[in-house]
């Protein structure tokens, strides 16, 4: 998406309401936003009805995560901390 944040290059590690909504708008201005869920603690927003028809997503999911990449990772495992630290190589 163009826009004033184009090129610019964010990974969120936010969870629940305010990190994840600060980063929406950031990507609704044209950055880049790859989110990093955890793969051993869910965002409980995900499990927030009312959920979307016929899935299990929720509608708090699906609005905060527009026009964001998603990567799951166990950060409790050295695998998962070499790949973060290769993504802020890449990220700003």
């Known amino acids: 998406m163009a826009g004033p944040l184009k090129g610019l290059k964010i990974l969120d590690f936010s969870t629940l309401l305010p990190g994840p909504y600060a980063t929406m708008f950031l990507g609704d201005m044209g950055a880049e936003v790859l989110k990093i869920a955890s793969g051993s603690r869910p965002d409980l927003a ?12 929720s509608f708090a999911t699906a ?16 695998e998962a901390i070499t790949i973060v630290h290769q993504l802020l190589a890449e990220y700003d």
């Open 46 to 57: 995900a499990f927030a009805p009312p959920m979307l028809p016929g899935t299990d997503l």
């Open 63 to 78: 609005f905060l995560g527009r026009g964001k990449q998603c990567m799951t990772l166990d950060l409790k495992k050295s």
